[in-house]
């Protein structure tokens, strides 16, 4: 069943009589996992209270395009990256037509011009609204561009006609919001996915690590879950619990990753090495604890192990994906790491950019193949995951 857990869902609130039913689309929203933030523009303000949603959701209503309380002064654009959907419930003709015209004169459009999450619509008007031609080409403009819609449904409105325009039932729009997140672009494939770091012992007390956080890694596992795929995820030690649904082996060190990832290949379609792997371990590890004493000591390390390369190598090797962590020619790296280990794919990240390095919440790649590449612009996490499962699933489809 699709559920909502751990998603970001901004909710946009236009100006309409059915603005007083966004109060229980929050209440579904949350009773399926979900953070919800809201966003109300002008006119929704004049049929339900800022502090109504704000009392249900638990966070602040947003309402201004220019916001003095967000960081840089920018909160349309801290919006469009938190979010893992944007939906908006009621959609007015009038929202529609404005969004359907790339306006951006108020903060919930701008948003959903520079979101990079997708955008689910509940319409709500008069019927004869619903039926005008202006709205019909909107709708069919939204949709070309990958709007989703859910809606209007028919019946008694509130001006007295009947007819289609009503918006839809709060359950039935937080269950298309769900369903968004579940494609099945990867129904019945077997995919094996690496996160977080692996520590190396010095010692009993002491060992050698990195900063990943594993929520890049996490965050794809999700998104192959909610793609349909079988997932197994092979974790570093992270703080994180791993996605519902997903098979998770926990390992510690390099070589102890390498020997579930090489049990785990061989009955895999995907292979996603993601984990920020130690490149050396120390060559000796101590029995007790190092004392401190002189002022120096040398430490002697040695190479690890190369998994990703072990498993590319490997017979009927299948379909894989590195990362290239980089601080400095960052694509020109990728690349030649991907051709010199034969990968199908391969995601580049410059990790010099603290806002988008280990442990930050967001992201901003360019995906690598054999024939071409793709930018992927700053979002959370979550969302950049989907965008690259999109990518594989695209690959891999028979």
């Not at 809606?151 to 001006?159: D, I, L, Y």
């Not at 029995?287 to 590319?312: C, F, M």
Request: proline share 5%; charged share 20%; with cysteine.
């Amino acid at each position: 069943m699709a559920h909502l857990f751990n998603r970001n869902v901004l909710l946009g609130v236009s100006g309409g009589i059915a603005a007083y039913k966004s109060a229980e689309v929050v209440r579904q929203l949350q009773e399926q996992g979900a953070t919800v933030r809201v966003i109300m523009t002008h006119g929704a303000q004049e049929f339900i209270t800022p502090l109504t949603l704000q009392a249900l959701s638990g966070h602040p209503v947003h309402t201004q395009l220019l916001d003095e309380q967000a960081e840089q002064g920018m909160g349309h654009i801290e919006l469009a990256r938190w979010a893992d959907l944007l939906l908006i419930a009621p959609a007015t003709a009038d929202l529609i037509a404005r969004l359907a015209a790339g306006r951006a004169d108020d903060l919930l459009t701008t948003v959903s011009l520079a979101t990079p999450a997708p955008v689910l619509l509940a319409p709500a008007m008069n019927q004869q609204m619903w039926r005008d031609q202006a709205t019909a080409a909107n709708i069919e403009t939204l949709q070309r561009r990958d709007l989703h819609f859910i809606g209007p449904a028919a019946g008694e409105q509130a001006c007295g006609d009947i007819g289609p325009g009503r918006m839809e039932q709060p359950p039935a729009i937080a269950a298309a919001a769900a369903a968004l997140f579940h494609t099945g672009a990867l129904a019945g494939k077997k995919v094996v996915i690496t996160a977080g770091p692996t520590r190396e012992l010095l010692d009993p007390v002491r060992y050698i690590s990195n900063h990943s956080s594993g929520k890049m890694g996490y965050a794809l596992a999700q998104a192959a879950i909610d793609a349909g795929a079988v997932t197994t995820l092979v974790s570093g030690p992270v703080s994180l619990d791993p996605p519902a649904h997903a098979k998770c082996h926990r390992v510690e060190s390099a070589q102890e990753m390498l020997d579930s990832c090489l049990d785990l290949v061989a009955d895999c379609d995907i292979f996603i090495a993601c984990a920020a792997v130690a490149d050396y371990r120390p060559a000796q590890i101590e029995g007790q604890k190092i004392k401190k004493g002189a002022e120096e000591i040398s430490l002697q390390l040695v190479k690890n192990p190369d998994i990703v390369n072990a498993v590319a190598a490997g017979e009927s090797a299948p379909f894989t994906v590195g990362f290239a962590a980089e601080t400095q020619n960052v694509l020109g790296y990728a690349r030649d790491k991907m051709q010199r280990k034969g990968l199908n794919m391969i995601i580049a990240n410059d990790v010099s950019d603290h806002g988008i390095g280990f442990n930050s919440n967001e992201n901003e790649v360019t995906v690598l193949w054999e024939t071409g590449e793709q930018a992927l612009s700053r979002a959370g996490k979550p969302a950049i995951a989907r965008q690259i499962m999109g990518l594989i699933a695209k690959a891999t489809k028979n």
